[in-house]
């Protein structure tokens, strides 16, 4: 295990410069049929839109990264140019991959030098508050190579095997201590270097970036994060997001 520290910007560094990268090339399968899920509408607006502005949110954040359905770049492209994003962040779109993982490598691919810090950030999860997003860099800044935004589980978890018919019924064969588990969400946060060889050499399919980096033997640390960073999988989820923006519509006043 390598050590997680590295200069911080304390210690006479420039603040290094964070790139966030956004993978919104899947289908959104159990969303149901549809356009692909990022570019689905939440109060008019696509999803994919929502998501970039959280990020765009911080004012650390200077250039996004979309990787857009493989054939649906040009489309992304006119929705950024047409939908009103701060003008001091940077952003660039290229088409993705067959799996998150391979999207998330085709984001980091056209990243361009000059970016230490990296965000990844699932176009489905459009709400996450600027204050998670914040939260994850600081860390970052403060030494950490990897960060992830997680969350207590409200219901016991347990360990099954496979069901022996499908939809049959699947034996429990354990229940791991609630207290030590956590939901994980996004934006993960990366020192981009460990990243990019996590990324090189992790072969596996896996569901996270941090899963990669665990699998260096490098340190992921958890920071809180936030119900409203919730993942936009199941038709249900729509409904959330809705009930989210009409109740921030409203306690902003319009
Ligand atoms: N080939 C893929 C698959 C997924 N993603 C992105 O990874 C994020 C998290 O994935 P998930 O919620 O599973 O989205 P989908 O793969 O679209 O959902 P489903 O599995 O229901 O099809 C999403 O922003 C999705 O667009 C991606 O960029 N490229
Ligand atoms: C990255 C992630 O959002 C962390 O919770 C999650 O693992 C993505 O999973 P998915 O099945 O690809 O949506």
Avoid at 28 to 54: C, D, F, Q, S, Y
Avoid at 135 to 161: F, Q, Y
Wanted: aromatic letters at 2%.
């Amino acid at each position: 295990m390598s050590d997680v520290s590295r200069p911080s910007p304390a210690e006479g560094r420039t603040t290094p410069r964070t790139a966030a990268v956004i993978p919104a090339a899947g289908r959104g399968v159990r969303l149901g049929p549809g356009a692909p899920k990022a570019l689905r509408t939440l109060n008019g607006t696509p999803m994919l839109i929502h998501a970039v502005r959280a990020l765009a949110a911080s004012r650390a954040v200077s250039l996004v990264v979309v990787v857009a359905p493989p054939d649906g770049a040009a489309e992304v492209k006119s929705l950024l140019d047409v939908h009103a994003l701060p003008e001091r962040t940077d952003f660039l779109v290229v088409p993705g991959g067959e799996s998150r993982q391979e999207s998330v490598k085709l984001g980091l691919d056209a990243l361009p030098p000059e970016y230490d810090i990296v965000l990844v950030h699932d176009a489905a999860r459009p709400l996450v508050p600027v204050d998670t997003v914040d939260a994850v860099i600081d860390a970052v800044r403060e030494g950490a190579v990897a960060v992830v935004p997680a969350l207590p589980l409200a219901d016991t978890v347990k360990e099954v095997e496979p069901a022996a018919t499908p939809g049959g019924p699947e034996p429990v064969v354990a229940t791991p201590e609630r207290a030590r588990l956590r939901a994980v969400q996004t934006p993960q946060g990366f020192d981009r270097a460990t990243l990019v060889r996590a990324h090189e050499t992790v072969t596996d399919n896996v569901t996270d970036d941090a899963s990669m980096i665990e699998q260096l033997g490098e340190t992921v640390v958890a920071v809180p994060g936030h119900e409203e960073a919730f993942k936009v999988t199941r038709p249900l989820d729509l409904v959330l997001a809705e009930a989210v923006l009409a109740r921030r519509r409203l306690n902003d006043g319009f």
